[in-house]
């Protein structure tokens, strides 16, 4: 068997790792544009990292013996070195990312190495097959991930192909690399969001910001038509001036309608004291709403006999307001009425028998200065109420309490998850997306893409399949907006602002839980995610 001739490459000689590792650190800071914010994956690689370590794999190092037993000039070598480390040095930033002067220069260099390799391997029985120096070799990641590296390596020039045992990874590396190929440099054909203007007509739709585009528009149109079907189960709220008799902030503002953000619940069990045991307490990790200088804010719970009812108050909140009933670590909590404790197993014990609810403790609207923090109100906790899903997902969750917490309060299905209204308004977007995929579809045929009658699976290029490539953008972006519409979202009193579920990688317990409006324009809206979606693709 006949040896094939290996250079040595850049990487096993040296890398400039203080620039690579500078971008690394930058990108994670990085939202707009970046491929992540398409859908979420654990561990992602940094985007600079891998497009370093592609190119010096394939790039051969200068100092490498070329002619058999003829030695390099080191210096020359060094110099060449040196060359190649500031290739990598422009090739890692951010701004470079789509940089065609640089890539093609990143690029020229893998090509000038394939051939260097080619020609010493041109004996090789094989090397009509192996070593062609006009065709550079395939790059095959098979278990991809979020598809970082077969995204870099397709950028760098190189053919990619990405697979995974996990399905979500596997739609993301299609959805990244596979999808946009073939279907750049098209014109969008969706008709623009209700209110936007006409671009210029001429306009340039180069790589996938054609697609990019219909992405955008299809999804605005999801999100107009699922406000349209469900928006009655998001009410504004109308500040009175019963509301503003206690708080002198809310009286330039009666009369007003405000957009509601977000509805604040505290989970609640029947109280363990035989006194209240009618009663179902709240368990609130912290009444406290707002902690940004000049903006506190924080519920203050009324008990009244053997009843209670929050309030909203403005200012620095009390010391006890910080850590709700919450005793310590855990579940670990008071009852609201007696201060008697509350311990783990019986939470546990209520949970599993079903009788843990929830009860609406605060309402965040957006005012003309910013979040107004508003007492709960009997219509808007009825509305929520109100909402009838016509489905609910009955999938047992994995049996691994270690990762999914809520397994030991009796949230053991995906379905137990979501508030009826947050099923209601998910299943309304899942439903839509089949029909963004009919509706581009016809547009598609309007425009005069031809329809082959072959799927996006088939290898089809036509209308049918483009419609296809929509919704698989669209089919990702419903699914990220469930990090947000859930009950295991925890509202930031310190940004005033919705975090999303995943704050680890793991389901954990949330106590009180942000339940977003979709059609708010704040953090968790449908558009932000449907916008932060067509970016990545463009970019």
Not at 37 to 60: D, E, G, S
Not at 216 to 242: C, D, F, N, S
């Amino acid at each position: 068997m006949i040896p094939i001739k290996t250079p040595k490459k850049l990487i096993e000689v040296a890398l400039p790792l203080d620039a690579i590792n500078a971008a690394a650190a930058r990108e994670k800071s990085i939202r707009h544009g970046h491929p992540s914010t398409l859908h979420l994956w654990w561990a992602r690689r940094p985007l600079a990292a891998a497009r370093a370590v592609i190119f010096a794999q394939m790039v051969n190092d200068p100092g490498y013996e070329r002619h058999l037993g003829r030695g390099v000039n080191k210096e020359k070598a060094s110099l060449e070195r040196e060359r190649l480390f500031k290739i990598i040095e422009e090739l890692v930033l951010w701004e470079n990312t789509n940089n065609e002067e640089v890539l093609e220069r990143a690029r020229a260099e893998i090509r000038r190495s394939w051939r260097e390799t080619c020609a010493l391997n041109r004996n090789h029985p094989q090397a009509a097959e192996l070593f062609n120096p006009d065709k550079l070799p395939a790059f095959h990641d098979p278990f991809a991930g979020g598809g970082a590296i077969p995204l870099e390596a397709q950028r760098l020039g190189l053919e990619s192909h990405a697979s995974d045992l996990n399905p979500v990874a596997v739609t993301i590396n299609k959805a990244m690399i596979e999808i946009p190929p073939r279907f750049a440099g098209r014109k969008p054909v969706g008709p623009l969001p209700k209110g936007e203007k006409q671009t210029l007509l001429m306009e340039d739709w180069p790589g996938a910001r054609g697609l990019a585009e219909d992405v955008r528009r299809y999804g605005a149109w999801m999100r107009a038509e699922a406000e349209q079907r469900v928006g009655h189960l998001y009410p504004k709220i109308t500040v009175t001036a019963e509301m503003a008799a206690e708080r002198s902030d809310l009286k330039p503002l009666v009369g007003q309608s405000l957009t509601v953000i977000a509805w604040l619940w505290a989970r609640t069990v029947r109280s363990p004291n035989p006194a209240f045991s009618h009663v179902e307490v709240p368990l609130a990790s912290t009444f406290v709403l707002s902690s940004k200088a000049g903006k506190e804010a924080y519920v203050q719970p009324v008990v009244d006999g053997d009843r209670y009812r929050f309030t909203v108050k403005v200012g620095t909140p009390p010391e006890s307001a910080k850590n709700g009933t919450k005793l310590s670590r855990g579940a670990n909590f008071r009852c609201l009425m007696s201060d008697t404790p509350i311990e783990p197993r019986y939470i546990k014990a209520e949970g599993i028998a079903g009788r843990m609810c929830a009860k609406l403790m605060a309402i965040v609207a957006e005012g003309a200065r910013g979040r107004v923090y508003l007492s709960p109100i009997a219509e808007h906790e009825q509305r929520a109420a109100s909402a009838q899903p016509a489905w609910r997902p009955e999938t047992q969750l994995p049996d691994d309490p270690r990762n999914f917490w809520t397994l030991n309060y009796g949230l053991s299905k995906f379905g137990d998850l979501f508030t009826s209204r947050q099923l209601v308004a998910l299943t309304t977007f899942s439903d839509l997306v089949q029909e963004a995929i009919e509706k581009c579809r016809q547009d598609a045929l309007a425009a005069g893409i031809a329809d082959d009658g072959a799927g996006l699976d088939g290898g089809g290029s036509g209308a049918t399949a483009y419609a296809q490539a929509v919704g698989v953008y669209l089919g990702l972006i419903a699914s990220k907006a469930t990090m947000f519409i859930n009950s295991l979202s925890r509202w930031r009193a310190g940004e005033g602002k919705t975090a999303p579920a995943f704050g680890r990688q793991a389901i954990a317990m949330v106590w009180d839980f942000a339940d977003v409006n979709p059609f708010a324009g704040a953090g968790g809206d449908f558009q932000g995610v449907v916008d932060g979606g067509a970016k990545a693709l463009a970019a």
